[in-house]
């Protein structure tokens, strides 16, 4: 006879930081720790955005949303001493803020290369910097990266440079923090059913377009990209180390029929 023994909830126990928590897959994230039993730190730069968020969260005292801009170091340490004031270490980081900017080289400004670089390269290398000192050892990270950076796009020079630079330092930081056991992987996801994905293609004949892209004939939802992001937190992933893992329903690696 076998017994069925209730398992705890997935992350019970766990305290994870989601950059960029607000909107998108950061929000589909935070619905996915919180639901299987996690404590839950969102950030954003937009105060009302994060509001909305922990509203529709109504995650009770295991949600903390706070602002922080991921490229000022300054910020990100005023947001950690509080989270570590609250939950004291954290279990898992999700650095998954960044910005858009799609256009011609010739177009760029100065003020878009900064912003892009500041926000999806010095923003991740910043949140895995300052969340050391909180992060337990045998700790996860995972930076999302994109697509773009295993496939040239005409307009995505800026973006994908930027994303193949944060996807890099899941190898360097695998590495980097072996000696602590804290595991460092990369995301790229595909196209992703996100505010960032209708605003970078508006028509819904380029959606479309979007949609073929992929052999499954669609573009993926943020809640497939958090279950990856969950299983690479979790200990199903505890020998997973260093990779770049393609979440696109097969853009990047196989041509539609
Ligand atoms: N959607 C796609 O097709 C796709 C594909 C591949 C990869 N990605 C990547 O996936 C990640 C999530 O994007 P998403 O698609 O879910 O779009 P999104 O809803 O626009 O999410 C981006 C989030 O990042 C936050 N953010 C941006 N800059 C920030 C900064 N400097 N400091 C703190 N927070 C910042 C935004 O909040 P605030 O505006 O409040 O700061 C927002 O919550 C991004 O890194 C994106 O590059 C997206």
Redesign the pocket.
């Known amino acids: 006879m076998t017994q069925n023994t209730p398992q705890a909830p997935r992350f019970a126990g766990k305290t994870v930081l989601i ?8 929000f589909s994230a935070a619905e996915l720790f919180l639901a299987e039993g996690a404590k839950v730190v969102i ?4 105060a009302d ?2 509001k909305v968020a922990s509203e529709r969260l109504d995650g009770g005292d295991r949600l903390f949303a706070a602002t ?4 000022k170091p300054a910020d990100l340490d005023r947001l950690l001493d509080e989270v570590g004031e609250r939950f004291g270490k954290l279990d898992v980081v999700f650095a ?5 900017v799609f256009k011609r080289i010739q177009e760029f400004t100065e003020e878009d290369v900064d912003y892009v670089i ?3 390269f010095k ?1 991740v290398f910043y949140t895995v910097q300052r969340s050391l000192p909180l992060l337990r050892d045998g700790a996860s990270i995972i930076i ?5 950076h295993h496939r040239g796009l005409a307009i995505g020079s800026l973006y994908a440079a930027t ?1 193949a630079a944060a996807a890099n330092l899941a190898k360097t930081l695998a590495s980097d923090l072996a000696d602590r056991r804290i595991r460092v992987n990369a995301i ?5 059913d ?4 209708q605003e970078s293609v508006p028509t819904p004949e380029e959606r479309e377009d979007s949609a073929r892209q992929s052999v499954l004939q669609r573009v993926g939802t ?1 809640e497939e990209v958090a279950a990856t992001v969950a299983f690479l937190a979790s200990d199903a992933a505890a020998f997973v180390n260093g990779v770049d893992l393609l979440v696109d329903g097969g853009v990047v690696n196989a041509i539609p029929a």
């Not at 922080?68 to 490229?71: H, I, P, R, S, T």
């Open positions: 950059t960029g928590g607000g909107t998108g897959m950061g950030t954003g730069r937009n955005r994060l922080a801009d991921v490229a998954n803020a960044g910005v858009g500041d926000a999806n923003g999302n990266a994109s697509w773009t994303k790229s996801p595909g196209y992703i996100t505010d960032m994905f943020p």
